[in-house]
């Protein structure tokens, strides 16, 4: 449901009074680009993953019984935590983790997009996606 009237121009005041209280602020919020911090969570996962990868191996030189064991499993676990997290940043990085590619079970022969372009489907609003994709549901139920 898209914002009224009302709701548009309050939020409009209380972003021009934060460009008015902290200017600094506002344009750094302006100029932050989603990509950077996704690259930089990547590479966060990478170095977990090594770490992750030296404790087990650490775990198996070590070969003392049960630290073994526990140091195996924690850098597995490190180890699967970081790919996990690295491949759901990447995908969102790419774009794919916005929509999933699976349509409604009843859906299947018509386009997802409801015959829109991708250019045009990339340039919609959110809202205006979430109305199609309510549309679409109530149809199929139909």
């Known amino acids: 449901m898209p914002l009224s009237e009302n ?27 989603p990509r950077t911090y996704l690259l930089r ?4 996962s990478g170095g977990l993953f090594l770490l992750g990868l030296v404790v ?27 790919a996990l997290r690295g491949a759901a940043d990447l995908r969102r990085m ?3 983790g916005q929509e999933s590619g699976r349509r409604p079970p009843g859906a299947r022969g018509r386009s997802g997009s409801g015959g ?3 250019q045009s489907r990339s340039s919609s ?18």
């Open 7 to 33: 709701e548009q121009r309050l939020l409009e005041q209380i972003e021009r009074a934060l460009v008015e209280d902290d200017p600094k602020f506002a344009s750094t919020v302006r100029s932050t680009n």
């Open 41 to 44: 969570r990547v590479r966060r």
């Open 56 to 82: 087990l191996v650490v775990g198996v030189v070590i070969n003392q019984g049960p630290l073994t064991v526990a140091l195996g499993i924690l850098g597995f676990v490190t180890m699967l935590f970081a």
């Open 94 to 96: 790419s774009g794919r």
């Open 116 to 118: 829109k372009t991708r």
């Open 125 to 142: 609003s959110f809202m205006e996606r979430v109305e199609e994709r309510w549309r679409r549901r109530w149809e199929d139920n139909s």
